[in-house]
C-alpha cells in the first residue's frame, strides 16, 4: 500500500472520524446493512422529539450503548490516530462524530466530540451535567439530584447543533492535512468540513470501507478497513522524524 504523502513537524493535521473507526472494536455502525438505525428507526431514538414522546425508549437506547463500552476497546485504527498526535502534538485536531469516547481511552488529547458522549448525561431542566457512572441506570428515566428534573443522555440529536463549532472553523481553515476515516459522509455539518479544509487547500486523505459520496474532494483513497490500512500509513506518513 503506497502514499504520496509525508508529514513534517510543523504540519497541522485534523482528522475527522465517524462509525467506521469503532467498527473492529466491535460497535455497530450507523448505516452499515445491520447498523443501529434498522434496530431503532432514527426517529425513534436520535432526536428531541422521540425524548419528549418516549424518554423511556429513548433511555433504554442510549443506556444499552453506554453499557456496551464495558466490553469493547480502542482497535489498531485509534491506536495509528494516537500516533500522529504523538508526531504532531498541538498541531493535530481530532474531530469526532462518534460518541463512544474510545480516542479518549486510547490517549488523544485534542479531541473534539461534536455529537456528545455516550459517558456523560445532562439535566433537562437546569443543565446541570452528569457522568453516566453516577447516575442510577436502574430507574427507566433518570432524575437530576439538584433539581428533579429529567436527565438526557448528553448527545447532540438530529436537529440539535453540534458542539465545539466555534473552534472548529478556524481549525479547519488553517489545516495542511484533513484526514477522513470511517464516515458515509451524509450527516451534516461534519460532512461539510471536507469541503471546507479542499477550499482552503489542505491535503485530503480518505480511510473507509466503502467510497464515500464526496471522495472527489479526496487527493488519496484508501479503500478497505481503518484497523488494517492506517497503522502501515501513519508509519510512512511520519516516518523519520
Ligand atoms: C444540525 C448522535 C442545525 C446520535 C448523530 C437534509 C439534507 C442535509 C442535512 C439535513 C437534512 N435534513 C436534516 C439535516 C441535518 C441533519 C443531517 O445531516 N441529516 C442527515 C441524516 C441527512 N444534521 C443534523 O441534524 C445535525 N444538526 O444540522 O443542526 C445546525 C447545524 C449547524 C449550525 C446551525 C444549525 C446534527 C447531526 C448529529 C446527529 N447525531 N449522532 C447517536 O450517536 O445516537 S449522527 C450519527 O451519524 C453518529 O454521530 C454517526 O457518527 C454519524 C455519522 O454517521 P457515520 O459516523 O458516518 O456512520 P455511518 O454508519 O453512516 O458510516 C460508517 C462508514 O464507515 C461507512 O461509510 C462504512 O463503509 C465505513 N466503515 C465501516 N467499517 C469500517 C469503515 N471504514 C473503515 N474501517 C472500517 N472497519
Ligand atoms: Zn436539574
Known amino acids: 500500500m503506497i502514499t504520496r504523502f509525508k ?21 455497530k455502525t450507523f448505516r452499515d446493512s445491520d447498523g ?18 418516549n424518554p423511556e425508549l429513548v433511555w433504554r437506547f442510549y443506556k444499552q450503548r453506554y453499557l456496551q463500552l464495558s466490553e469493547v476497546e480502542p482497535n489498531p485504527g485509534h491506536k495509528a490516530l494516537k500516533q500522529i498526535e504523538d508526531f504532531a502534538g498541538g498541531n493535530f485536531t481530532l474531530i469526532t462524530q462518534n460518541v463512544d469516547g474510545l480516542h479518549r481511552r486510547c490517549g488523544n488529547k485534542r479531541v473534539l466530540e461534536i455529537h456528545g458522549s455516550l459517558e456523560l448525561s445532562f439535566c433537562s431542566k437546569c443543565l446541570a451535567k452528569f457522568p453516566m457512572n453516577e447516575i442510577d441506570l436502574e430507574q427507566s428515566l433518570p432524575r437530576c439530584d439538584n433539581c ?12 440539535e ?4 463549532l466555534d473552534i472548529i472553523s478556524d481549525i479547519l481553515c488553517q489545516a495542511d492535512f484533513f484526514l477522513v476515516v470511517g464516515t458515509s459522509g451524509v ?3 461534519a460532512a461539510q468540513f471536507l469541503h471546507i479544509c479542499k477550499s482552503y487547500n489542505a491535503i485530503t486523505i480518505g480511510i473507509n470501507l466503502e467510497e464515500p459520496k464526496n471522495s472527489y474532494l479526496l487527493d488519496e483513497f484508501h ?5 488494517e490500512l492506517l497503522p502501515e500509513l501513519v ?4 516516518r523519520g522524524k
Open 223 to 227: 479503500q478497505g478497513k481503518a484497523g
Open 161 to 164: 447543533i453540534p458542539y465545539h
Open 187 to 189: 450527516v451534516y455539518p
Open 7 to 27: 508529514f513534517s513537524p510543523n504540519d497541522r493535521i485534523v482528522v475527522l472520524t465517524g462509525a467506521g473507526i469503532s467498527a473492529e472494536s466491535g460497535l
Open 235 to 238: 508509519r510512512i506518513w511520519t
Open 36 to 53: 443501529l438505525w434498522e434496530n431503532h428507526r432514527v426517529e425513534e431514538v436520535a432526536t428531541p422529539e422521540a425524548y419528549l414522546r
Open 148 to 159: 428533579g428534573g429529567l436527565l438526557r443522555p448528553d448527545i447532540i440529536w438530529f436537529g
